[in-house]
């Protein structure tokens, strides 16, 4: 039982350039979110996809978009990067119930130059 | 959800008790405090949830006086290990559709030798 992984660890992009982030989670849990943590800061939620088949925009969804491509897998894409997007990205998944207890992968550290 | 407020930062030594306190005073009569911790470079981590009075599990103690309108985190002899972000977070326990968390910048906590 693996939780929540997240793929790739580091990344560095240049300007312009796009890419996605994958993740998954093996633990049957209905919702999956995308984060961004900025240093000395909060996270704050960029996606979310309440359950297979649908997705909301969180706190700050622009120059991102999100697929959930089956209950398991929830990826972000970044089609035009920019430095203000550098940051380390997080995915989480939750149960059914406990509305506060969500669970996190272990993160992307993402540089743009 | 309502406005959680901690401190930045607190020092420590091994083997001591930490106690970390977060007001809420609008907390609402349905909503539930929830603490998460962060170590360097790993994503955030539930570690207690509570309503009223004492909650304890494997990890930390959750204490909550009758008015609810604060709550405190206690870790008992803590060690090195337990460096790093604590984030006090308020909301309903129990939500059909979806949640979203919204984490402030949290208490960086450092324990030295």
């Known amino acids: 039982n693996a939780g929540v992984t997240q793929t790739p660890k580091f990344q560095v992009l240049k300007t312009g350039q796009s890419m996605t982030l994958q993740c998954a989670q093996d633990?049957?849990?209905?919702?999956m979110y995308w984060y961004r943590q900025d240093p000395g800061m909060g996270l704050r939620l960029i996606y979310y996809?309440?359950?297979?088949?649908?997705?909301d925009k969180g706190e700050v969804p622009n120059g991102y978009n999100v697929s959930r491509l089956n209950k398991r897998e929830f990826s972000l894409r970044l089609e035009s990067a920019a430095p203000s997007q550098t940051s380390v990205y997080f995915c989480?998944?939750?149960?059914?119930?406990?509305?506060?207890?969500?669970?996190f992968g272990p993160g992307t550290r993402l540089t743009v130059t | 959800l309502a406005k959680t407020t901690q401190p930045i930062s607190m020092d420590s030594y091994e083997g001591q008790e930490v106690n970390i306190t977060c007001s809420h005073n609008?907390?609402?009569?349905?909503?539930?405090i929830t603490w998460y911790q962060q170590f360097p470079s790993q994503g955030p981590r539930f570690i207690i949830q509570?309503?009223?009075t004492k909650v304890t599990n494997e990890v930390a103690s959750l204490f909550i006086p009758a008015d609810r309108k604060s709550s405190t985190l206690s870790l008992p002899r803590v060690s090195l290990s337990d460096t790093a972000v604590y984030y006090c977070?308020?909301?309903?326990?129990?939500?059909?559709?979806?949640?979203?968390?919204?984490f402030g910048k949290g208490t960086m906590l450092l324990v030295s030798p």
């Open positions: 977070l308020v909301g309903e326990r129990e939500n059909s559709g979806y949640s979203t968390l919204t």
């Open positions: 996809s309440a359950s297979e088949g649908t997705t």
């Open positions: 609008n907390i609402a009569t349905n909503d539930y």
């Open positions: 633990m049957n849990h209905n919702s």
């Open positions: 989480a998944s939750r149960g059914r119930l406990l509305a506060y207890e969500q669970y």
């Open positions: 509570g309503y009223k």
